[in-house]
């Protein structure tokens, strides 16, 4: 495998974490008023993208191979609880 189809695996592996990332992030304040935690939508972003990845890879080591729908849920469980504690409101 040469470098760069290494990197388009890569880039492949980490795109649905950073996608799903960036998408609660940005769903985030339609859907709740509270004044957020974490209020920079990149910050939010970078950490559900961070907690993503943990998902998906811990995913490729249980399983031994990507892609699995056991993987991605737990990708979307994993997100949606970080971006829960992101925005859990100020008072």
Avoid: C, E
């Avoid at 004044?35 to 890879?57: C, E, F, Y």
């Avoid at 971006?83 to 859990?88: E, T, V």
């Amino acid at each position: 495998m040469g470098p760069l189809d290494l990197l388009n695996h890569l880039l492949n592996f980490l795109a649905p974490a950073v996608a799903v990332g960036l998408v609660l992030a940005v769903a985030t304040p339609i859907f709740n008023r509270k004044k957020l935690a974490i209020r920079s939508v990149a910050a939010q972003t970078a950490i559900n993208s961070i907690v993503g990845v943990l998902a998906l890879a811990l995913g490729l080591w249980f399983f031994g191979r990507d892609g699995k729908m056991a993987s991605y849920g737990a990708l979307v469980a994993a997100v949606a609880a970080s971006q829960w504690w992101a925005a859990r409101g100020r008072r």
